[in-house]
């Protein structure tokens, strides 16, 4: 790699969790983030000030032959925001001479195709505007790749780790609410595919895409661990509760129809309703990449690090 790495979203769970790994491996790091503060601090990084509203700002925060790694996103900002943002980035980008765009997405486009196996094939079937915007993005991204640049898109399932919102939820019900409700959710959910991802199997997936030789122009992956056999809610919830200093549940939960939590994913307004899920890694596996932490052991991480934070929400930060 001639170029830099350089990382847009430098300052949100998944850019701090990525800077931490990417700055041992002693490839040039720079960081793009609209308000740096105290991370500028950080050994091995330079920090850049910009801003995806402000094209200007942009292409001074990318040089020739960097790979870029696109980790932003605006929840706020709506379709018409977060792709005038990535417009900005895909000119600042070709004006620049960029080497390689990796866009990191999200599995959730798949929607609510009907296909039990996902993967980079499986026509995606988005149904909420979240769903839709992620998507739409991707494909403007991928528009750019057949004129302006290499672009690899990366899709990764839910993201748990420390500092990051997939678990909060499960980890408070667990510590202060209802054990007939933590009975009955047991029962529900209990072989369901949680479709976790630990954040150190994200982050090494984008620096080994990065890192790819050749062209991979146009290119998708999903990012899962669904394979991993720990990563059902049962054992999930159970591997919580151990981290969490909770002792394991005395009665056994009675599995509940599938039909049934079919329905009751639907009314929580979810696209995917299918308890047999599954999104496969296969073609990222193929490229050579090998995941080195276990889901369990994440979810121990996860676990540690909410008792430590104080179990306060203000502490959690969303992954886009």
């Known amino acids: 790699m001639n170029g830099q790495l350089v990382v847009l979203g430098a300052s949100g769970f998944l850019g ?20 740096p503060g105290s991370l ?66 999200t599995a959730m486009v798949a929607g609510a195709t009907k296909t039990h196996a996902i993967d980079e094939a499986t026509a995606c079937c988005p149904l909420t505007s979240y769903e839709r915007c992620k998507l739409a993005l991707e ?12 672009v690899v898109i990366l899709r990764p399932t839910a993201i ?24 009955v959710r047991r029962s529900l959910f209990g072989n ?13 997936a984008i620096l080994h895409v990065a890192q790819l030789p050749g062209q991979i122009d146009g290119e998708t992956f999903y990012v899962s661990a669904d394979d991993d056999p720990d990563n059902r809610f049962a054992v999930v919830e159970r591997i919580l509760r151990s981290s969490l200093g909770l002792s394991s549940f ?4 009675i599995p509940l129809p599938a039909g049934l939590l079919s329905v009751a994913l639907r009314l929580r307004g ?21 995941p080195k932490e276990t889901l369990a052991d994440a979810i121990h991480e996860f676990g540690t690090w909410f008792m430590k934070s104080g179990n306060r929400p203000s502490q959690a930060i969303r992954n886009a």
């Open 250 to 253: 005395q009665a056994r939960a």
């Open 40 to 105: 500028m601090a950080i050994d091995g990084v330079e920090w850049v000030q910009a801003d995806l509203a402000d094209a200007t700002s942009l292409e001074q925060a990318v040089r020739s032959d960097d790979t870029v790694l696109n980790l932003a996103f605006m929840p706020s900002a709506g379709m018409a925001g977060n792709m005038a943002a990535l417009d900005n980035l895909i000119s600042a980008c070709s004006k620049r001479g960029v080497k390689r765009l990796i866009h990191c997405s």
């Open 139 to 150: 494909q403007r991204l991928l528009a750019a790749a057949r004129s302006e640049m290499e």
């Open 192 to 204: 369901r595919p949680m479709h976790l991802v630990p954040v150190s199997t994200v982050v090494r």
């Open 16 to 35: 701090r969790h990525l800077i931490e790994v990417a700055r041992k491996s002693g490839n040039g790091l720079r960081a793009v983030t609209r308000q």
């Open 160 to 183: 748990i780790g420390p500092g990051g919102a997939n678990l909060v939820s499960l980890a408070r019900s667990l510590l202060s609410g209802s054990p007939v409700l933590s009975y």
């Open 270 to 290: 979810r696209s995917d309703v299918d308890p047999a899920r599954i999104y496969s890694w296969n073609k990222l596996r193929q490229t050579g990449f090998l």
